[in-house]
C-alpha cells in the first residue's frame, strides 16, 4: 500500500474525487431496492427521492448510529470524514449501510472553511456538485425566506391590505447563503414612499433560517405548510401577534420548497449510498440533516450514519433532544470523534504547533473528551471513541488516548479512513456493530419538554455543559414572557453557543468548570418548535476572511474546477 | 371542434399543462438528434445540454425568426404565446423547429404578471418547473452577482488586502430574484467596526443583473470569466478604476455558474424541442435569451423561432444592434405581435373597456403598430404582423388591421395558437416560411458602433423612439466622461425606457412625435459590453402588488399545485 500512500500525499481532496470512477445513480439506486422510474435524477450522479419510499417499519427495525465530536479547533474534526469512512467500512463488513449528511453551505466554501463532503479517500461525489448548488434546495429555502420578508414589507407598505403590523417588532429576516458581513445590520425601505417603510433588520446566513429548520423537522408537504404557518413575525401596533399565516404566506412558500423537501441521493466514494439533505448549522440551529433523510435511510438499509454538527455539547444534545423528540427517533451507538491534534490543543498547546508531538498537552486535553463521554452516557447511550488519524500522530500519543478510554470502560478505535477509505475503518466498523448489537434500549432526554423554558436551559447548561449557573440578561427575561405568550413554552429549546468551548466563551477550552452561562436573548422559531437562547456573543452571518478561498478557485471550458476544497 | 373549446374555456393555462402528457426529454432529445449520453437530466422532462452540440455551419444555415410586438399593454400581448403556437405550426407544416424563449422570474411570479411559459394551448411544459426554480440558472446568477458584492465589501473591510476603494464610488449592487421594493435604496454595514463600512446601495431583481447580461452574451466559459473579469466595481480613492479582476473574482463565480451556462431543453404542449435559458428584461436590459441558446436551436433544426421582451423598441432593437452585432446572427423575418386590445388602448379605449368593440379608437391605434412596421423595414428585415385573436375580438376589428397592413404592403395572418395550439397558426406559419424564403440579406443596424455613445443615443431615439431631441442631464454627461475613461465608448448602448410607449413617458401611448427624450444617467456594464443610458423614471426592482399572486397558492401531499399562472 506504500506506493498508493506515497501518490494519495500528492492529491487533493478535489482531485481525488474528480478521478473517482463514478456509479450511474441509477445502479446507485438500485443497490438498495429503488428502481429507476421513482428517482428524478439530476444529471447522472444525483437524483431525489420521492417521500412515499419512507417506510416506518424499516424504520423501526434499522439501526442508526450518531457520530458527532469532542469540542473541535477552528479546523474541524473530521465528522463528516469520519461518517464517511464509517459507511465504508460497515459494508465491507457486510452491513448494508448509507450514511446520511447535511448539504454543505456556500459561505464557508467562498471564505475559509472549505466545503463539507469529507476529506481524502472518505468523500462523497460529485463533490464539486455537493459543494456548490448541488440539487438547488438551499435556493429554494433562501426564495421561500425572503418571499415572506417581501410579503411583510408589501403588507406594512400597502394601506389596502394591511393587518397593521408595527414595523419596529418585525423579527423576522432576509437570508442569503454567503458569508457577508456589510448585511448584517442594514436599513432598508429608504428612498421615500415608494421604497417602503424605512426600518432596521438584517439578513442572516440560509442555513440559520427558520426555514432550514422546519424543512429538516417535517415530516410531509401539509406539515412543512402547518409549521411555516406558525412562523412569528412579529407584533401588530395593537400588541397582538403576526404569524405567516395571516399573511397567507405558507402555500406559496411551500411551492417554493416542493423540491426542497425531497432527499438528495448520491454515493460514497466506494459507490455506497449517501443521502445529503438540509444543513442547518449547530451552534445556531438544530445541526443535523433532516427526519425525512433520516427515515428515507433507514427505509433503505440495515444500518444509518449519520452525523451532527460541532461538538456534542451542541450537535448531539439537538439531535437527541430535539430531532429525536420530534420525530421518535433514537441512535442505538454515539461515535465521538477525537483528534490527537484537538487533543492538544484544549491541553494548552499553541494552534501553530499541533503537529508537534506533546504528551503533556494531550493528556491534559483528554478532560474534555472524557466530558464528552460522560454526556454520552447521560443520554444512556453506547458511545465509541474514534480517534481521526493525522499522519504527523505519533504511537506514542494514540496509545495515551487508548490506555484512558480504556480505564474508562469506553471502546476505542482509530479511524483511517481518509487514507485508506473502508480499508482503514473496519476496526471502528466492528466495534461500533457491537455497541449496536449490545443495546437494545432508547436515549434518555436532558429534560421534559413540559418544563419551563429556564429550567430547561439550567438542565442543559448544568448537565451537559458543566455549568454552575444562567444569568438571564433583561432582553432574554423579557423574551421568556413573549414566550409564555405565543405558547411555545412546552416546546424544546435550541442553544446557540460557541463551538469552540463547552462555556459561552470561545477562548475557554479543555474542560470549564464553576462558570454562569449567560443568555443574552431568545428568539422565537415557533413554526419550527422551539426557542433559540443566545449566548455569549454568537452571530448568525459570517463574514469572508482576509483572503477568500474564493479568489484561489477557477475553472476552464472542459469545465474543470480547481481550488475548491 | 366546438366541444373541444368548450372544455378549454374551463381550463386555467396551469390546469392545460397540468393534464398533458409529457414526452420523456430523451425523446424530444431524440429527435433532433441528440443521444441520450449527451443529455444532462434534471428528472424525467428537463435536461440541460452541451456546449460542444453547438455547430457553427449548421447555424449559418438554419433560419432565425425573431418574435417582437407593438407597444404593450399593461397584461403583455401575447408574444411567448405566439412564438410557442408558431413553432408548433411550423413543425405541423413540415419546418422542424425549435423555440428559444427566455426562462421566468420569479418576481413576476409571485406578483402580478404571472410566469412567462406562453398560455392556453400554446404552452412550454413542465409548466410549474419553469415558472419556479427550473434548473436552478436564476439562483447560480443570483449567487455569482452576490459573492462579488461580499468580495467588494470584504476587500474595503480588511486593511491587509486592500485595493483602495472609495466606499462612495461602489457601483455594484446585490441581486434578488423576488419583487421586494424595500431592498432598492439600503444601508449596509451598521452595527459598527465587525459589521464592516456603513454605505448606501440596494438591490436589483436578478434580471436586471449584468451577470445575467454577461451570461446571455459568452461564447463559453473562457470568454464568461473574460467578461466578468471586466465589470466596473468602482473607484479607489485615487480615482482609478477597479474591475472585478483587480479582486480576483472572476473564476469563483465562473464557478458558480458552470451549469447555468448550459442551456435547457425542454418540449412545447405538442411535444416539439424548447430551449429556455437567460431571462434579462428587456426594459432594463438586453430583453433576450443566450447566443448559446439561440445557436443551440438553430444547430439543432431548421427553424428557431425566438422572442425579445416588450415591444420592438425596446427588445428587438437590442436583439439586433447588441446581440446580433456581437454574435454575428440575424434573423430572416420578424413576426410583429398585435391585439385588438392593444391597438384600441393605443387609440384611446381605457384599460376596463378593451373588450367591448370600438373601431374608432382601433383605427387611431393603428399608428402605433405602423411605426413599428416602419422600424422593422428601418432595419431592412421582412415584417409578418401576426394578430393575437382573443375570444372578445369581433370580424370588423379583425378586417380593419387586415386592411391597413395590405395597404402598407405587410403579410398578417391571424394566430389561434392559444385556443387550437399548432392548428391554429400554421397560416401564419405559411407565411413566415414566405417571407424567410423571399429575404437573402442580413439586418442593417441602426447605428455604428464607433460612433460616440451620444451619437448612438441619439439615432436610436430619432430612428426607432420618434423623438426629435435628446436631453442629457448633468450626471449623463458625467457619466460620459467616465464611459470614455474605461474605453466602453465604442460599445453598443442598452437603452433603459419604459415598455409601455416609444417615448420616456409610459402615459404617452399611440406614435408619440416632436417629444424629448431624457437620457437621467448612463449606467456602466463593461463586462457585458455596453452602457446603459437610463430614460425616464426607470426602476431596476420592481415592488409587490396590493394583492400578490403569492397569496393564492398552495400545493398538497401529492404535490398538486394550484394558483399559479
Redesign the interface.
Same mark, same amino acid.
Given at each position: 500500500m506504500s506506493t498508493a500512500t506515497f501518490n494519495k500525499k500528492h492529491k487533493t481532496d478535489l482531485e481525488i474525487a474528480q478521478s473517482a470512477k463514478l456509479r450511474h445513480i441509477r445502479e446507485v439506486a438500485g443497490s438498495v431496492g429503488i428502481s429507476e422510474d421513482q428517482l428524478?435524477?439530476?444529471?447522472?450522479y444525483k437524483a431525489?427521492l420521492p417521500l412515499h419510499l419512507i417506510d416506518e417499519a424499516k424504520v423501526a427495525k434499522s439501526h442508526l448510529v450518531l457520530v458527532t465530536a469532542m469540542t473541535p479547533t477552528p479546523a474541524g474534526e473530521g465528522k463528516t470524514t469520519t461518517s464517511i469512512g464509517l459507511t465504508e467500512g460497515l459494508n465491507k463488513i457486510g452491513k448494508q449501510t448509507t450514511v446520511v449528511l447535511r448539504e454543505p453551505s456556500?459561505g464557508p466554501v467562498?471564505g475559509m472553511k472549505g466545503g463539507a463532503a469529507g476529506g481524502g479517500y472518505s468523500q462523497v461525489v460529485p463533490m464539486?456538485d455537493i459543494n456548490?448548488?448541488f440539487t438547488?434546495d438551499f435556493?429554494?429555502i433562501?426564495?421561500a425566506n425572503?418571499?415572506l420578508?417581501?410579503?411583510i !414589507?408589501?403588507n406594512i407598505?400597502?394601506p389596502?391590505?394591511n393587518l397593521g403590523i408595527d414595523p419596529r417588532t418585525v423579527e423576522w429576516k432576509r437570508v442569503?447563503?454567503?458569508?457577508?458581513?456589510?448585511?448584517?445590520?442594514?436599513?432598508?425601505?429608504?428612498?421615500g414612499k415608494?421604497?417602503?417603510?424605512m426600518r432596521?433588520t438584517g439578513f442572516n446566513i440560509t442555513a440559520a433560517s427558520e426555514i432550514m429548520a422546519i424543512l429538516c423537522l417535517a415530516k !410531509? %408537504?401539509?406539515d412543512l405548510?402547518e409549521k411555516i404557518g406558525n412562523i412569528y413575525v412579529g407584533d401588530t401596533y395593537d400588541g397582538k401577534a403576526v404569524f405567516a399565516r395571516d399573511?397567507?404566506?405558507q402555500?406559496?412558500m411551500?411551492?417554493?420548497l416542493? !423540491?426542497a423537501i425531497k432527499p438528495n441521493l448520491v454515493q460514497t466514494l466506494e459507490g455506497n449510498p449517501a443521502i445529503i439533505h438540509g444543513g442547518p448549522f449547530a451552534n445556531i440551529a438544530q445541526g443535523t440533516n433532516s427526519v425525512i433523510a433520516t427515515k428515507m435511510g433507514m427505509s433503505l438499509t440495515e444500518y444509518v450514519v449519520t452525523e451532527a454538527g460541532f461538538g456534542a455539547d451542541l450537535g448531539a444534545e439537538k439531535f437527541l433532544n430535539i430531532k429525536c423528540g420530534y420525530s421518535g427517533l433514537s441512535p442505538k451507538a454515539v461515535v465521538l470523534v477525537a483528534t490527537i491534534r484537538a487533543l492538544k490543543y484544549h491541553g494548552g498547546q499553541p494552534l501553530q504547533e499541533l503537529t508537534i508531538p506533546d504528551t503533556v498537552s494531550l493528556a491534559k486535553g483528554l478532560a474534555n473528551l472524557e466530558k464528552h463521554i460522560e454526556n454520552i452516557r447521560i443520554y444512556g447511550l453506547p458511545a465509541v471513541v474514534s480517534i481521526n488519524k493525522f499522519v504527523s500522530d505519533t504511537n506514542e500519543e494514540v496509545a495515551i488516548i487508548e490506555k484512558r478510554c480504556k480505564e474508562l470502560g469506553v471502546s476505542v478505535a482509530i479511524c483511517e479512513g481518509w487514507e485508506f477509505g473502508g480499508e482503514g475503518t473496519t476496526k471502528l466498523a466492528s466495534q461500533v456493530v457491537e455497541a449496536v448489537e449490545g443495546f437494545d434500549g432508547k436515549y434518555k432526554p436532558v429534560y421534559d419538554w413540559n418544563w419551563s423554558v429556564k429550567e430547561k436551559i439550567e438542565a442543559v447548561a448544568r448537565k451537559i455543559y458543566g455549568a454552575r449557573d444562567v444569568e438571564f440578561l433583561p432582553k432574554a427575561k423579557q423574551n421568556l414572557r413573549k414566550i409564555e405568550r405565543i405558547g411555545l413554552n412546552d416546546k424544546p429549546i435550541c442553544i446557540a453557543k460557541t463551538q469552540n468551548s463547552f462555556s459561552d466563551d470561545p477562548k475557554w477550552l479543555g474542560k470549564p468548570e464553576n462558570f454562569t452561562l449567560t443568555v443574552r436573548e431568545i428568539e422565537i422559531a415557533s413554526g419550527a418548535g422551539f426557542s433559540i437562547p443566545v449566548t455569549g456573543n454568537m452571530l448568525r452571518m459570517p463574514?469572508?476572511p482576509?483572503?477568500?478561498?474564493?479568489?484561489?478557485?477557477?475553472? !476552464?471550458?472542459a469545465?474543470r %474546477?480547481t481550488?475548491?476544497s
Open positions: 428524478e435524477m439530476y444529471g447522472n431525489k456556500l467562498f464539486e456548490l448548488h438547488g435556493a429554494a433562501e426564495k425572503n418571499l420578508a417581501a410579503l !414589507d408589501n407598505q400597502n389596502k391590505n442569503m447563503d454567503m458569508n457577508d458581513r456589510a448585511l448584517r445590520n442594514i436599513v432598508t425601505g429608504l428612498g415608494p421604497g417602503g417603510m432596521e !410531509d %408537504i401539509e405548510k399573511l397567507n404566506a402555500g406559496a411551500a411551492v417554493l416542493k !423540491d463574514g469572508l482576509a483572503l477568500p478561498a474564493a479568489e484561489g478557485m477557477d475553472i !476552464d471550458n469545465g %474546477i481550488g475548491l
